[in-house]
């Protein structure tokens, strides 16, 4: 009997140490592997739309995502996985993981600065984009208490998972003054981080089968190109070089508020709004505008987009009537009917412009453009003078910014027979979510939320809108709104985002 014991006992020992030894072994072989065990317990309170809620959460940061980083204070990320929702347990394993990505500008993301943030990822709001998650400076939270009306935060509230990932940009550069950040770095990156997260199922918490992204700006453009690109190959040897791990990158949905992006025409669709309308110094070279404006009219008239209900295909002939139809008259609706009769009045007697009859704005576009006013000089992206993000962004190892377009090229050189290098037009394309649309890319995600404020003019409205059509021709399931008068990466309901995940993914019903 006992000479049965000590065997048994014997084979139990062994047993363990086999599967110790190749727990190590698995670990150790594998670079990727998500370190569930390595986190911090914090709290934060969350002001949601139904009041405000404590939420505790396990924060994992600064994590590689890459075997083979080339600055792993950027290709790195922070996760949090909510446990408690007022004081109640919560668990995670299966909820949707939103994918925060903070880019603006086209600027780097340091996950290892952003590490000590209470909010993750975001970094410094782009131009206009007012700081979220901050609580006033007379009110500050108690001691190891964090206060958050983010996007993420309201996210982390509903008991999703929250992955906010670092990325390289346009600004990176080495000690010996090379670029190491240019394109297409930051959308290699943000598939890489993807990959990671998939290559962990059911180690990492959260459904790797539904990850929704979501960023605004130059963010919103790479969400855009995340959801549109899923799974291409043309992305692979880049992947490759960074060590990603070999998995997929197609995502479930794709959230993009005020993307700049179709860089390539962004100038041409610019001065179709506002080529009209002065800036501070006056009016733009009206020559420049109008060739611009020509070259837009083709291209728009090329992409044989089909506008709602049977409007029939959008053409910068009939493009302001449209805006106006489906887009600008609602938002404006929704905005004054919302108001009380004093506070609506107010406001129309300050926009003689508007008409408002019967419960219905209306008003013309000239007058709107008017309203709204140009920002940009000329050409708004791809300037002469390549001080822009844009020529910045298509650099390469040793030059800082390189024009994209050969409308500036050829302006610029004054030889107007040059056009933009081949290296040059693949980067432009493996940057432009319209490439991957166009393509009709198998990996492109079928769940789509759009967002802009009404009076935002960093870009043409044009811009989100044909990003939007060119979903709807191919059957996807697209959300989009304008919020009225509200600018650049405007978002009046954040709540309503949080909860069309749950709703797309089918998280709200359980």
């Known amino acids: 009997m006992r000479t049965k014991l000590i065997k048994s006992l014997s084979l139990t020992l062994t047993a363990l140490f086999a599967f110790t030894a190749k727990s190590i072994s698995a670990s150790t072989a594998d670079p990727l592997l998500?370190?569930?065990?390595?986190?911090?317990?914090?709290?934060?309170?969350?002001?949601?739309?139904?009041?405000?809620?404590?939420?505790?959460?396990?924060?994992?940061?600064?994590?590689?995502?890459v075997a083979k980083p080339v600055d792993k204070d950027y290709q790195s990320l922070n996760i949090s996985v909510p446990v408690k929702i007022d004081d109640k347990d919560l668990d995670a394993t299966h909820a949707p993981i939103l994918f925060e990505i903070g880019v603006g500008g086209y600027m780097s993301v340091n996950n290892a600065q952003n590490?000590?943030?209470?909010?993750?990822?975001?970094?410094?709001?782009p131009a206009g984009m007012p700081a979220m998650g901050m609580p006033p400076m007379g009110n500050r939270p108690p001691q190891g208490m964090n206060f958050g009306n983010s996007r993420a935060d309201i996210a982390l509230a509903a008991g999703y998972v929250v992955v906010s990932p670092g990325c390289r940009g346009r600004d990176n550069k080495a000690a010996d003054g090379s670029y190491y950040g240019k394109a297409p770095a930051a959308i290699v990156d943000l598939k890489a981080a993807v990959r990671y997260i998939r290559h962990n199922k059911?180690?990492?918490?959260?459904?790797?089968?539904?990850?929704?992204?979501?960023?605004?700006?130059?963010?919103?453009?790479?969400?855009?190109?995340?959801?549109?690109?899923?799974?291409?190959?043309?992305y692979d040897s880049y992947l490759k070089e960074i060590g990603a791990a070999d998995d997929r990158d197609d995502i479930f949905g794709c959230a993009c508020f005020s993307p700049i992006t179709d860089l390539e025409h962004a100038d041409g669709a610019y001065e179709w709004m506002y080529g009209d309308s002065p800036t501070r110094s006056g009016l733009v070279n009206q020559d420049q505008s109008n060739q611009l404006k020509a070259i837009y009219a083709d291209?728009?008239?090329?992409?044989n987009l089909q506008g709602k209900y049977g409007y029939g295909i959008l053409t910068v002939n009939n493009y302001q009537n449209y805006l106006l139809l489906y887009y600008l008259i609602p938002s404006a609706n929704k905005y004054l009917s919302g108001l009380n009769v004093d506070r609506r009045n107010e406001y129309l007697a300050k926009n003689k412009w508007i008409t408002w009859e019967n419960n219905n704005a209306s008003f013309s576009f000239t007058d709107y453009v008017t309203h709204v006013g140009r920002m940009k000089g000329l050409p708004a992206f791809d300037d002469f003078n390549m001080q822009a993000a844009e020529p910045i962004e298509f650099g390469d190892k040793t030059t800082n910014a390189r024009h994209f377009t050969d409308f500036s090229l050829q302006q610029s050189t004054g030889d107007k027979t040059t056009t933009v290098a081949s290296d040059v037009k693949k980067l432009v394309n493996l940057m432009n979510a319209f490439y991957f649309i166009g393509l009709k890319n198998n990996g492109c995600t079928n769940n789509w939320w759009l967002r802009n404020g009404a009076s935002d003019n960093h870009t043409s409205q044009t811009v989100m809108i044909n990003l939007a059509t060119s979903l709807e021709n191919q059957n996807k399931k697209v959300n989009t709104w304008l919020f009225w008068d509200g600018g650049h990466c405007a978002d009046d309901d954040p709540d309503g985002f949080v909860d069309w995940i749950g709703e797309i993914t089918g998280y709200a019903k359980k």
């Open 299 to 303: 291209y728009q008239k090329s992409l």
């Open 202 to 234: 059911g180690i990492l918490p959260g459904n790797t089968d539904q990850i929704v992204s979501v960023g605004c700006s130059a963010g919103g453009a790479i969400s855009a190109l995340l959801g549109a690109s899923g799974n291409s190959p043309l």
């Open 34 to 65: 998500f370190p569930r065990d390595q986190f911090t317990i914090e709290t934060k309170v969350v002001r949601t739309a139904n009041g405000e809620k404590k939420v505790k959460y396990r924060s994992y940061k600064h994590i590689p995502y």
């Open 115 to 125: 590490s000590s943030r209470p909010n993750g990822g975001m970094g410094t709001p």
